[in-house]
């Protein structure tokens, strides 16, 4: 069975998200599904300072180096809105438990240009 895509940003969620960062929830909206979340603008206005992302099932499907087809444009226009306040925070690429040496970090950022962030434990318990 192929692997199913990522779920998809909807407004109502991101909109409670803390101001700090802006940590996207993730549903099965049939607006967002097709459409994408491109209101990366919007939540600055509000006071939101970046966003920050996990990869797998949320920006690619597991193992992929490739963002998802259809989130290609909302991902660029985030670049565009936050900058280098855009990462993304897995428990896989990044985590010293699985990628001890970076390698896997490094190729993740040089295939889609998004930085990962480095860190010594999982956030998924």
């Known amino acids: 069975m192929p692997p199913s895509p990522p779920r998809r940003a909807s ?3 991101v909109s409670t998200a803390p101001r700090r960062i802006v940590a996207t929830m993730f ?3 049939a607006e967002t599904q097709t459409q994408g979340f491109n209101h990366w603008s919007e939540l600055r206005r509000r006071g ?3 966003a920050v992302f996990d990869k797998d099932n949320t920006i690619t499907v597991p193992y992929s180096l490739t963002p998802w087809p259809p989130l290609a444009s909302s991902l660029e226009l985030c670049k ?3 900058g280098p306040d ?3 925070f897995s428990n896989s ?3 010293h438990e699985y990628d001890p040496e970076g390698s ?3 190729a993740l950022e040089e295939a889609i240009g998004i930085r990962v962030i480095r860190h010594k434990s999982s956030w998924i318990s």
């Open 93 to 95: 690429p990044g985590l």
């Open 27 to 29: 549903s099965t909206n």
């Open 86 to 88: 855009f990462a993304i």
């Open 11 to 13: 407004v109502s969620s």
């Open 48 to 50: 939101f300072k970046g």
């Open 80 to 82: 565009l809105e936050f």
């Open 104 to 106: 896997k970090a490094r």
